[in-house]
């Protein structure tokens, strides 16, 4: 056995155990509160972006984002792992740079996300992800099956430890590639992005008990189709590059993870917040007050489950996918991602899929499946067309196009910003 199990088991139970002693928001705060103060003073303090600093709150740290993070990458992690170095592993084939994982995510653009993790803080990660998922998994027997993207290789070798078996189907390659494959695993918990437990649900005859949703928005109509078929609640987990940030609870509410990442929040347009986060158990690679691309919806309800860990109502999507079309004189208006995918859904109850693109200043496509109805369509233009007057557009244009794909090696971004001012 690889002695990072270990690290897996002992996560593990410190998080049930969590669970069961954070039973108020005070809790979280002390419990945060002290973790924070050792993580400023131990991990923090020991890498060099931080150096001399001498932090003794939170806020004393700068906010950093994924371009400050990549420019200065070898300042946030102890053994002086390079980009270039992660760049060149990367390239290579390798998911090592010296003695480090590298984790990156699925971006097209030139400046994917990475980062790099100790092999223990992998496995940390994992006991934290199976206590918040399979609480029973030292007890009941679990066939897993996992697809995400870039976790093909990750955590093969914790692919069959004792009663829990995880399978790895790439996402890449498509879901015909191995549905007969799946079936014939049978799988009780399934692990994938929404779009691919949709195809799941409606083309192969798997029927999981738990069923989680991750690396991408969950969509409101993705949702409804799926557990409509699987007869199981859909539960979201709130992943990226970055990291864990929350995972659905037996209610089907999205918690944040806050006995792991200290939230912070920035406006993000609209009742939607953008998070700025602090994994306070990571040492090798530091991330605090990283700011994150997502656009929440927090809620102010507690949760029948009875956690005290923040509610998310939802994930509305990105934070450089809010439409910026012009407005009166030279203003831009800003459009949140919701305005957008509600205005549509909500015209015809026949759509059930869509792509909203903003394309120039001006610009919008709305992109709508082959065999709906004419008239779904035209509803749906009009419908979009007012919503974007309604917030202030001067002039936007919808065009109407007809086909949808759903390419596999890319993230599902249902809204999407494709133009940039200037
Ligand atoms: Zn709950």
Same mark, same amino acid.
């Not at 994930?315 to 203003?331: C, N, P, S, W």
């Given at each position: 056995?690889?002695?990072?199990?270990?690290?897996?088991?002992?996560?593990?139970?410190?998080?049930?155990?969590?669970?069961?002693?954070?039973?108020?928001?005070?809790?979280?705060?002390?419990?945060?509160?002290?973790?924070?103060?050792?993580?400023?003073?131990?991990?923090?303090?020991?890498?060099?972006?931080?150096?001399?600093?001498?932090?003794?709150?939170?806020?004393?740290?700068?906010?950093?984002?994924?371009?400050?993070?990549?420019?200065?990458?070898?300042?946030?992690?102890?053994?002086?792992?390079?980009?270039?170095?992660?760049?060149?592993?990367?390239?290579?084939?390798?998911?090592?740079?010296?003695?480090?994982?590298?984790?990156?995510?699925?971006? *097209? $653009?030139?400046? !994917?996300?990475?980062? /790099?993790? @100790?092999? #223990? &803080?992998?496995?940390?990660? %994992?006991?934290?992800?199976?206590?918040?998922?399979?609480?029973?998994?030292?007890?009941?027997?679990?066939?897993?099956?996992?697809?995400?993207?870039?976790?093909?290789?990750?955590?093969?070798?914790?692919?069959?430890?004792?009663?829990?078996?995880?399978?790895?189907?790439?996402?890449?390659?498509?879901?015909?590639?191995?549905?007969?494959?799946?079936?014939?695993?049978?799988?009780?918990?399934?692990?994938?992005?929404?779009?691919?437990?949709?195809?799941?649900?409606? *083309? $192969?005859?798997? !029927?999981?008990?738990? /069923?989680? @949703?991750? #690396? &991408?928005?969950?969509?409101? %109509?993705?949702?409804?189709?799926?557990?409509?078929?699987?007869?199981?609640?859909?539960?979201?987990?709130?992943?990226?590059?970055?990291?864990?940030?929350?995972?659905?609870?037996?209610?089907?509410?999205?918690?944040?993870?806050?006995?792991?990442?200290?939230?912070?929040?920035?406006?993000?347009?609209?009742?939607?917040?953008?998070?700025?986060?602090?994994?306070?158990?990571?040492?090798?690679?530091?991330?605090?007050?990283?700011?994150?691309?997502?656009?929440?919806?927090? $809620?102010?309800?507690?949760?029948?489950?009875?956690?005290?860990?923040?509610?998310?109502?939802?994930?509305?999507?990105?934070?450089?996918?809010?439409?910026?079309?012009?407005?009166?004189?030279?203003?831009?208006?800003?459009?949140?991602?919701?305005?957008?995918?509600?205005?549509?859904?909500?015209?015809?109850?026949?759509?059930?899929?869509?792509?909203?693109?903003?394309?120039?200043?001006?610009?919008?496509?709305?992109?709508?499946?082959?065999?709906?109805?004419?008239?779904?369509?035209?509803?749906?233009?009009?419908?979009?067309?007012?919503?974007?007057?309604?917030?202030?557009?001067?002039?936007?244009?919808?065009?109407?196009?007809?086909?949808?794909?759903?390419?596999?090696?890319?993230?599902?971004?249902?809204?999407?910003?494709?133009?940039?001012?200037?």
């Amino acid at each position: 056995m690889n002695f990072a199990v270990v690290y897996a088991i002992a996560a593990f139970w410190r998080t049930r155990q969590l669970a069961k002693r954070l039973r108020t928001r005070a809790d979280v705060a002390r419990w945060q509160a002290a973790r924070l103060d050792r993580f400023l003073r131990h991990a923090v303090a020991r890498v060099p972006y931080y150096a001399g600093l001498g932090a003794r709150r939170l806020a004393d740290l700068p906010i950093v984002d994924k371009q400050v993070l990549l420019a200065n990458f070898d300042k946030f992690n102890v053994k002086g792992a390079t980009y270039p170095d992660v760049r060149a592993a990367l390239d290579r084939g390798d998911e090592k740079v010296g003695d480090l994982f590298i984790g990156q995510s699925t971006g *097209t $653009s030139g400046n !994917r996300g990475v980062y /790099v993790i @100790s092999e #223990a &803080e992998r496995f940390t990660w %994992l006991g934290v992800m199976l206590a918040k998922t399979l609480p029973d998994v030292l007890f009941a027997r679990h066939k897993v099956a996992l697809a995400l993207p870039g976790y093909n290789k990750l955590y093969a070798s914790a692919a069959e430890t004792g009663r829990l078996s995880l399978r790895f189907f790439d996402l890449a390659l498509g879901v015909d590639a191995w549905r007969a494959e799946i079936e014939a695993y049978a799988p009780d918990t399934i692990v994938a992005p929404p779009k691919v437990l949709r195809i799941l649900a409606e *083309t $192969s005859r798997i !029927r999981p008990l738990n /069923v989680f @949703s991750g #690396a &991408e928005v969950l969509d409101p %109509l993705d949702r409804a189709s799926v557990e409509a078929r699987f007869g199981a609640r859909v539960r979201e987990i709130y992943m990226a590059t970055e990291g864990l940030f929350g995972v659905g609870c037996r209610e089907g509410t999205l918690h944040l993870a806050e006995d792991v990442v200290a939230f912070e929040f920035e406006p993000g347009g609209g009742d939607l917040v953008s998070p700025l986060v602090t994994d306070f158990t990571r040492t090798t690679q530091i991330m605090a007050r990283y700011r994150m691309n997502d656009l929440l919806r927090l $809620s102010s309800r507690g949760c029948a489950c009875g956690s005290p860990l923040q509610c998310v109502e939802s994930i509305e999507g990105r934070h450089d996918d809010v439409f910026q079309l012009g407005g009166f004189g030279d203003a831009l208006v800003s459009v949140t991602p919701d305005v957008m995918r509600n205005a549509v859904v909500d015209a015809d109850r026949r759509i059930l899929d869509f792509r909203v693109t903003q394309i120039g200043v001006d610009r919008v496509v709305l992109t709508l499946a082959h065999d709906l109805p004419a008239e779904a369509g035209a509803r749906a233009v009009a419908a979009l067309h007012a919503a974007l007057l309604k917030v202030g557009a001067v002039e936007p244009r919808v065009e109407l196009r007809s086909g949808i794909e759903a390419p596999f090696d890319r993230k599902l971004r249902r809204v999407r910003r494709e133009w940039r001012p200037s």
